[in-house]
């Protein structure tokens, strides 16, 4: 059974910096391609950043691009996002994801695994 928890979340002033962190177990972690999602409040879900199995080509938003980093450590089973510069709108529960797809992917569906979420308040 897979698993996948986020730390690292909290309130953070505008300008500031956090990093997130998840947690996978349940099968190889290097196998499967990782990513981050965010859901703001009267929001849908968005595609935040992915990462390939390797940790060699990632993707990006538009609106975190630049500011934002994913990355992954296979030996810790473990993708992180660094978040830089932060503004109030990127306020938002952070989820961390898994899929069995190759490829960039970017909508929900085409994501198998969740997280439960680490939420991020960057306070103006």
């Known amino acids: 059974q897979v698993q996948l928890v986020e730390s690292g979340g909290g309130l953070v002033q505008a300008g500031g910096s956090v990093r997130l962190s998840c947690a996978a177990s349940?099968?190889?972690?290097?196998?499967?391609?990782m990513g981050w999602f965010r859901q703001a409040p009267g929001k849908e879900r968005e595609f935040v950043a992915a990462?390939?199995?390797?940790?060699?080509?990632?993707s990006y938003a538009d609106s975190v691009k630049g500011r934002f980093t994913i990355s992954r450590d296979n030996a810790k089973n473990t993708v992180y996002l660094q978040m830089n510069s932060l503004k109030p709108e990127d306020t938002a529960v952070y989820y961390c994801?898994?899929?069995?797809?190759?490829?960039?992917?970017?909508?929900?569906?085409?994501?198998?695994?969740w997280g439960q979420g680490t939420q991020v308040t960057v306070s103006s």
């Open positions: 994801v898994q899929t069995n797809f190759g490829g960039d992917r970017r909508r929900p569906s085409e994501y198998d695994y």
């Open positions: 349940g099968r190889t972690f290097s196998s499967y391609r």
């Open positions: 990462i390939s199995r390797g940790g060699s080509i990632t």
